[in-house]
Nanobody, 128 residues
Framework: QVQLVESGGGLVQAGGSLRLSCAAS????????MGWFRQAPGNERESVAA????????YYAESVKGRFTISRDNAKNTVYLLMSSLKPEDTAVYYC?????????????????????WGQGTQVTVSS
């Protein structure tokens, strides 16, 4: 059974940092792109960042470019999201995701309909 378990969320003041982790189990995802999405109350789920299977290519939403960094450790089957200079508008539930296609390049990120597995989500709250 595949599981994606996120951790690292919490409450932080504006300008602070958090690092999210997503540990996968049940199968190896070293051939698949992985990404992070977020969903705030009343909003649709949006792609935040994605990373190719090798880690050689990344994608970021315009709203987080220069502030967030996605990385992965295929030996640990884990993907990370380092979030810096956090803003109140970054407040949301953050979800880890795995692309359904192997070796995708994430040039335009990962669309929700392209996700094969989702994590349960972790809350990030940024206070002003």
């Amino acid at each position: 059974q595949v599981q994606l378990v996120e951790s690292g969320g919490g409450l932080v003041q504006a300008g602070g940092s958090l690092r999210l982790s997503c540990a996968a189990s049940g199968r190896t995802f070293s051939s698949y792109a992985m990404g992070w999405f977020r969903q705030a109350p009343g909003n649709e789920r949006e792609s935040v960042a994605a990373i190719s299977w090798s880690g050689g290519r990344t994608y970021y939403a315009e709203s987080v470019k220069g502030r967030f960094t996605i990385s992965r450790d295929n030996a640990k089957n884990t993907v990370y999201l380092l979030m810096s200079s956090l803003k109140p508008e970054d407040t949301a539930v953050y979800y880890c995701a795995v692309d359904r296609a192997r070796y995708s390049t994430v040039v335009a990120g990962i669309r929700p309909e392209e996700v094969n597995y989702w994590g349960q989500g972790t809350q990030v709250t940024v206070s002003s």
